[in-house]
């Protein structure tokens, strides 16, 4: 996507979109059930037993649990995955990041960020 962008678009002038939120999938039906930060996965740890993943393909984290003999994934950003995604900045020396919403990431994105 950054290759197509650099296309149309100066390299000075692209910001990378960042998700600081998460995605709640429904996995029978691949329904999006849920959206929310930081408080929403520390309540699923809290309340589930959690299977904890990271995608080399999407460079993203995410993690598996059942709920009511149903299985839900959620998709997130924590700091190895924010981490790749600067990498991407600087390799293509983009404008920075854009995020949203702030204040739903989790803290250890900060321990990244420059």
């Known amino acids: 996507m950054i290759d197509f962008s650099l296309t149309k678009i100066p390299k000075e002038k692209l910001s990378l ?3 600081f939120y998460y995605w ?3 996995d029978e039906d691949g329904k999006r059930v849920g959206i929310g930060g930081n408080e929403g996965i520390d309540n699923v740890i809290k309340k589930h037993k959690v299977t904890y993943s990271y995608s080399k393909e999407e460079q993203a984290p ?3 649990y059942w709920n009511a003999s149903k299985s839900y994934t959620i998709w997130y950003e924590n700091a190895k995955s924010i981490k790749q995604k600067i990498a991407l900045i600087t390799e293509h ?3 920075g990041f854009s995020a ?3 204040g739903l990431e989790l803290p250890s994105v900060y321990s990244v960020m420059k």
């Open 17 to 19: 979109g960042l998700a």
């Open 24 to 26: 709640q999938w429904r």
């Open 62 to 64: 995410y993690l598996h």
């Open 93 to 95: 020396q983009l404008y």
């Open 100 to 102: 949203w919403a702030l």
